[in-house]
């Protein structure tokens, strides 16, 4: 035993032996420090990861404003991160904000033209002259809801939608005159089969008379007549003919006059002025006849009243203004009773559809003077503010040469400042109204 505890005593007095114990003994005193630090690094890179996870969601729904920004750069900063890592990382994420921030904002045009076919549709479909001008204002509201989105947006053409909505409402002019011509259609081929089925029965007997009063139950009274009016001018057309071919050898004075008036050159024998009769006669029962079968075809006869009712509607809605005390033009023809509209519609059927409206416009102001002279006097005025207001425009580009007229964006600043401008002067003016009456009394 002595032995070994000599034995031992003299290992701790060794150098090697004592560094060891020294050495344990260090690490034994630097182990919490260790497991401190291990545990500040864990916790550095967790929150590293949080803000930039973070920062990618922020900008991954475009909201990686300045601020965010600026929150992100002074977070990761706390956290130890480089300066220039942090830098590294600004890019993509300003790539994927804005690319998130134009996808939002194509999809809130996406809405905006869903709400501007909405309203298309009721100036397509509706009758009713407010729920129009309800339609139109909200058509350049949502105009200007669509500049103001590209305006704002990095990528998105603002001029693309300044305009859009005479665009829309073009598109809703197109789309009238092509149902108009398709409601045409549709309703002639109805009628076509029942004056077909008319057809197919000898006029004047029991069964088409039979047949025809059902088909005037059914809606079909126009067609009943059309056909009836054909077969009186045709009866009409043979019985003429058969006189004419019943007259003396020679025709009469009348008669060679009649022949002359048509451009026919009449022989001077009386066989030749017999011959002349009979083949005027002959062509001219078969043109006739010709006609009253044409008068059959619907079609002409109902895209003129389309094209009535459409063109009316447009006279209606420029010439309409607010008088107690006199009719205008639109309450004229709200009044029209159904023969004036046939006498109108007779009068465009196989018109072009440029003809249309200064035919009807003729029949109102020949027909309505003082209603449509004041409607005209109406529509003039708004004429004349409406090139004072161009007029206007014209001069605050000249005023204001970093203005460009021809950018869309700008044009439409300038008529924004314009209506500002207009409606401060207006209530300056009543305002001064006021204050004299206030005054005055």
Known sequence: ????????????????????????????????????????????????????LAAQQAAA???????????????????????????????????????SVVNNKQNQLVGLQQQLNEQAQILLESDDRSRKEAANYQIDSIEEQMVNIGKETRGIDAGTFVGVGDKTRAGVTKAQLAQIE???????????????SLQQLEFGTEDWNTRATELEQLGFRKAVQKVRQSQQDIAIAKEEFKDAMQTRKVPTPAQIKEMEDEGISVPKDALGQRQAWKSY????????????????????????EGLVKW????????????????????????????????????????????????????????????????????????????????????????????????????????????????????????????????LGG
Do not use: C
């Open 1 to 52: 035993m002595a032995k070994f505890s000599q034995t031992f005593l003299q290992g701790l007095l060794q150098p090697t032996y004592q560094q060891g114990l020294f050495d344990v003994a260090r690490s034994v005193g630097q182990a919490p420090a260790l497991m401190r630090q291990q545990e500040q690094r864990q916790q550095r890179e967790k929150g590293m990861m949080g803000g930039m």
């Open 61 to 99: 729904e475009g909201r990686f404003d300045p601020e965010t920004m600026k929150a992100y750069m002074g977070s990761m900063q706390g956290l130890g991160v480089p300066a220039q890592d942090i830098m590294q990382t600004l890019p993509t994420l300003q790539q994927a904000n804005q690319a």
């Open 182 to 196: 398709i409601d045409a259609k549709r309703k002639s081929a109805q009628e076509q089969l029942a004056i077909s």
């Open 281 to 304: 006669s002959t062509e001219k029962r078969e043109k006739q006849i010709a006609a009253a079968l044409a008068y059959l075809d619907t079609t002409p006869a109902n895209r003129a």
């Open 311 to 438: 063109t009316m509607q447009g006279i209606a809605e420029r010439g309409d203004f607010i008088d107690v005390f006199s009719d205008d033009i639109a309450t004229v023809i709200e009044e029209l009773t159904p023969e004036q509209h046939s006498e109108i519609n007779s009068l465009v059927t196989g018109k072009a559809e440029s003809d249309v409206g200064p035919i009807v416009e003729q029949w109102l102001r020949r027909n309505y003077p003082e209603p449509f002279e004041k409607s005209e006097k109406f529509r003039a005025n708004k004429e004349k503010q409406a090139q004072a207001r161009e007029q206007a425009i014209a001069d605050v580009f000249a005023a204001n040469p970093q203005l460009d007229p021809t950018d869309p964006v700008d044009v439409r600043l300038v008529n924004q400042k314009l209506d500002a401008s207009i409606r401060e002067s207006q209530e300056g003016e009543i305002s001064g109204r006021k204050l004299s009456r206030v």
